[in-house]
């Protein structure tokens, strides 16, 4: 008797599990989506946010050192008479730092290197000679400069900035300049300030050389550190923004921007993290606000799952009853509200009584083979008669057990039944409910495929070809099956012709090397490696 393989799961399930798939896909699918764009905006901004701020910055220094500069050329000029006035250029240097507290410290130096006068007077260099790099400088070059960072006399890390001293018929007098610390309070830690320094966020100034001017570390200063950009886009590009990788791998946002006058550059930086932060917050209650209407149309979906699904469970239920005398009632009475249903149940009901006979008849003595319990040749024809009534399309499996007269002659007839009743079984296995499996004779077989395309076939035919090859039998060991397939739709010739054409195939299969599968025209699948049988 065949055995009645029942499906894991029913449509109901299986509509269920769609919605819930399609749910949960949409809303992960809408949350990182969501979670990208406002990351990349977030990020976009941060940079843009870093750029403008270093470029006002930038700006700002410029502004300084264009005024910083007009001073020391106004006392410059005023300083044409000479410089052997030492009350007069005192006066000049204290007016120059008190006034607008743009110098730590301010310096009138004459052509040879030598401190005419300096305020504060408490650094005491007056008659003194200068002979740092950047006093050097400013002898040697004669015109307006800011220096590079340099230690000053009196052992200060400093920038300094020189206007040239001439005298009314151009004779070079010498220059003023004025010095900016770095390490201590000056209009530099002014002028950037430390409001910026929130969620994270910091600056820091390098010059040309990449050396640290200012910074909130001001262990840093003084220092060199590695150039964010290279000097070929430094002078290409004004300003700018790009990511960094920090210490321990953070990511950091940054934006840059030079400052002409000194060739400084102005660096704003924010870490990536604190710049996402909110946006996990953001996404939180998007997931809280979600989650109510998700499961909302979860509900639905179950509702509308449990209705579209009943009317074919109803059915496939009654499939399986169709040989009792209620069947054509109970289907009658099944509400098919939609089109699929409405015709399965059509279907069902037309043809009903026919296999109500025809599956009687399939039951008998006379129509099953005794030693396999399988039906035979007669049992098929009644199971043909009604595909032909029905005009239900089919597709045919022919298979025989590849040398099984070797079988026969080596281990008795006995075996020989035990090797066509292990293959029965193992046919019923890989056979669908409502497939028809038929001893032909002797150690051939049929399989009847109902409503099969040639893919489903083939599938179907190399399933049970694969579990007839892994079997291992007592004393026989491995056998295999080679296998031909055709198909009969209403529109074909005659039902003969088709088996006519899964013999083809099957001689095909078995001077193609057995253990196969083949249809008429090619083969159909073909296994890995082909093994005849053991013995």
Partial sequence: MLRQLRPKTDLRTLITLLAVASIVITLANSLYASWRVQRDVLIGNTLESNRV?????????????????????????????????ETLLQKEVDRLREQTSSFNSVVIVDANGWVKAISPESLMLKGM????SAAKQALTQRKPMISDPTISAANNLLVFISWPVWSKTGGYLGYVGGSIYLKKKSILNALLGEQFYRDGSS?????????????QDRNLIGKTIPPIIDDEQRKKESN???????????????GYAIVPASGWMIVAMKPKEATLAPLNSLL????????????LTLILALILAQRIALPLWQLARKASQMDTSEASREISGIRSWYYEASQIKRAMLAGIGLMQDKIG?????????????????????????????????????????????????????????????????????????????CRNG?????????????????????RVRRRIE?????????????????????????????????DEALYQAKNAGRNRVMTLQKAAVQPEAVHSATF
């Fill in 361 to 437: 008849r399939l039951k008998s003595e006379v129509q099953t083979d005794p030693l396999t319990g399988l039906l035979n040749r007669r049992g098929l024809n009644a199971v043909l008669e009604y595909f032909l009534a029905t005009q239900q399309p089919f597709a045919v499996l022919a298979l025989d057990i590849d040398y099984f007269k070797r079988v026969n002659d080596t281990f008795g007839h006995d075996v020989g039944d035990d090797v066509i009743e292990n293959v029965a079984r193992q046919l019923e296995f890989g056979a669908r409910q409502t497939d028809v499996i």
């Fill in 284 to 295: 939180l209650q998007v997931l809280k606000h979600s989650v109510p209407f998700a499961l």
């Fill in 203 to 215: 600056l820091y100034v390098v010059d040309a050389g990449n050396q640290v001017l200012y910074h």
């Fill in 442 to 462: 002797g150690e051939e077989f049929l399989m009847i495929l109902p409503a099969t395309d040639s893919e489903t076939a083939l599938a179907i035919a190399e």
């Fill in 470 to 502: 892994i079997q291992v039998l007592d004393r026989v060991g491995s056998i295999t099956i080679s296998i031909g397939v055709a198909f009969w739709t209403p529109e074909m010739k005659t039902m003969e012709h088709t088996f006519k054409q899964a």
């Fill in 129 to 132: 000679k200068l002979t740092s």
């Fill in 240 to 254: 700018g923004s790009l990511q960094l990788e920090g210490d321990g791998g953070q990511s950091i946002l940054a």
């Fill in 53 to 85: 701020y270093a470029t006002k910055l930038a700006a700002t220094s410029e502004v300084f050192f264009q005024l910083a500069q007009s001073q020391l050329s106004y006392s410059a000029k005023m300083l044409e008479g000479g410089l052997d006035n």
